[in-house]
């Protein structure tokens, strides 16, 4: 019987499957707010979309290398000390590898990148306003509706206190998710501003809004990762826009503002009379004086890759950082600030090479793409400029951080990936056909 009511449940979804992109964008508006309703939605899609293109997803080459990969990430889980921790860690990438491959199939057109962009940056302006008011009024709130349906955790002040983290566990969370929105919003602004969009319709003036408050809000984030970010996107915006007086502006900024941070102080001095200390102090961590050593980034990168040379072929463990680096330093910290050293510790050398060959591939062939694509026309063109210039802003977050242990920022990730991989396929598959009708 049970069987039976699956079976319906199924036929029914996939007579629907032609909107199952549909509800992925509502799932998309909806999932900064309530990440279970929209993980839900995304994973009924996914279901779907894997039982009517099977065939198509398994003859991919780069799923094949996920497969793999799957199968050397268990293997490695099998050789941790902790063996429960590791196969628990293995959620936090089995199951995204089986939603990249979904999606990957389900986006195909340059129409859905958009849409998909639009939704993303309709959805984070409930939560940059809730962190504006977080940090700037004082509001707080704890709330819970069946659990975890819907759950709100707002800190006044922010957190850590001074820093903006809306519902976000944390201001450097929160800031990974603005850089992302932020590259889409400018790229969607400077896409109405190309096509000569009147200023003063509704889209643009939209636009203008969400770019001025994510990037405001991303400045009270106090993250240098985040900054960085941002403004390696607007030269690489601008450089691709061919504005070479912009180009020469930001950079005349920035310089000023490493000066006044990093330069001998008779120098440091005479910049940092126009520089806010709020920039320059927290670059140079004066804001921040007496850190704990074990607290510093390289300290912790170091230990990840003595790790990865004790144990080079299975790692110790996925989730073994944590407790090893406080067994040695006595402090407790989550992940070393690095994707790539943290899977060389805790999966061992084979599995973060392949990770990173697999990454490798979907950003060269996307560069490939973007190379060789005269025949797209210039819209579409820029909007998957965006993408790859979002898919560059996550691999250099995954440099200093690591963006997986936030369901949000996970999903988020490898939607962004799976659109890149589904347009790159899709156009491929036509041009070879066009190159070999018979």
């Avoid at 964008?25 to 996914?46: E, K, N, Q, R």
């Amino acid at each position: 019987m049970l069987g039976a009511s699956l079976n319906k449940v199924f036929d029914y979804f996939k007579s629907r499957w032609q909107s199952s992109w549909n509800y992925s964008l509502w799932a998309l508006l909806i999932f900064p707010l309530s990440p279970l309703l929209g993980a839900v939605t995304l994973g009924f899609v996914s279901l779907i979309t894997w039982l009517k293109q099977y065939r198509k997803i398994s003859r991919r080459p780069l799923n094949w290398g996920f497969a793999l990969l799957s199968v050397l990430l268990i293997i490695s889980a099998g050789f941790a000390d902790d063996k429960t921790a590791a196969f628990l860690g293995l959620f936090n990438l089995l199951p995204f590898f089986l939603f990249f491959a979904a999606h990957s199939a389900l986006i195909q057109t340059f129409t859905q990148l958009r849409q998909m962009a639009w939704i993303l940056v309709i959805g984070s302006m409930p939560v940059v306003i809730i962190g504006l008011g977080q940090l700037f009024l004082g509001w707080s709130l704890k709330l819970e509706i069946l659990w975890v349906v819907l759950a709100w955790t707002i800190r006044p002040g922010g957190n850590p206190p001074g820093r903006i983290a809306s519902l976000f566990l944390h201001a450097n969370t929160f800031a990974a998710y603005l850089t992302i929105v932020f590259i889409l919003a400018l790229g969607l602004w400077l896409e109405q501003w190309r096509l000569g969009i009147s200023k003063n319709s509704v889209p643009f003036l939209f636009l203008t809004v969400a770019v001025i408050t994510n990037f405001i809000a991303l400045i009270f984030t106090n993250s240098r990762n985040g900054w960085a970010i941002a403004i390696f996107a607007c030269l690489a915006y601008a450089l691709y826009q061919g504005w070479r007086i912009l180009v020469g502006g930001v950079v005349a900024i920035v310089s000023s503002v490493l000066l006044a941070a990093f330069a001998p102080s008779p120098v440091a001095q005479f910049f940092r009379q126009y520089v806010p200390a709020f920039f320059w102090a927290r670059l140079n961590d004066d804001m921040y004086p007496d850190r704990p050593v074990a607290l510093m980034r390289k300290t912790q990168w170091e230990f990840a890759w003595y790790l990865a040379q004790e144990h080079p072929w299975t790692g110790w463990g996925l989730r073994s950082f944590s407790g090893l680096y406080k067994a040695k330093m006595q402090i407790p910290l989550g992940h070393p600030h690095n994707l790539f050293l943290m899977l060389s510790a805790e999966t061992g050398f084979p599995s973060a090479l392949l990770f990173c060959g697999l990454v490798a591939w979907i950003l060269i062939t996307s560069v490939q793409l973007l190379r060789k694509s005269k025949y797209i026309n210039t819209a579409d063109r820029f909007i998957f400029f965006s993408y790859l210039l979002a898919f560059v802003g996550w691999v250099l977050l995954n440099t200093v951080d690591v963006t997986l242990f936030d369901f949000r920022l996970n999903v988020f990730s490898w939607l962004i990936l799976a659109a890149i991989c589904g347009v790159v396929h899709r156009y491929n598959e036509q041009h070879r056909l066009a190159s070999h009708p018979n």
